[in-house]
């Protein structure tokens, strides 16, 4: 997996850029929480959104904001990787907003008690709904339309 990500890359997610350039320009911190070590982190992030400014892709425009399950021995649906992050970026879990797409993942905000937006990209529906996602979105843009909804 490893040898194709670096020799095909990893495209965005379609919606991606949108969604973190709106998150950009309204100042609201955000971050990555992943349950895969930092050096899977680097394959994958380091692979989408590479430009002359960013040569690393999104794996350097997520600095100081990537959080691995692996730095704390807490994986998900155990709450400890996003309390994790939240306390780092100095955040108020309930005040806190998971995008996630897995029903161990949304059931990891949901005990941290932060709001979880489901992403069922490849997860059905019914499922991410049953782990207590408040909301399930198909697409990232759908995720972004409820964010906007929730700004206000």
Known sequence: MARRFVERG?????????LLDWLDA???PHAVASNGPHEK????????????????????RFEGRRFSAYDIDSWKPDPGLFLH??????????RSVVVEDSPSGV?????????????????????LRSAGAAEV???LPGVLEVL???AG
């Open 41 to 60: 982190m680097r394959l994958t992030l380091g692979r989408i959104g590479v430009t002359p400014r960013h040569a690393q892709g999104w794996f350097t």
């Open 10 to 18: 990893v495209p965005p997610l379609p919606g991606a850029p949108e």
């Open 85 to 94: 992050a939240a306390a780092a970026m100095h955040a108020e879990p309930g």
């Open 107 to 127: 059931r990891a905000g949901v005990a941290a008690g932060m709001r979880v937006i489901a992403l069922a990209d490849l997860t059905p529906e019914a499922d």
């Open 148 to 150: 906007r909804a929730w």
């Open 26 to 28: 309204r100042a609201l």
């Open 137 to 139: 979105c198909a697409s």
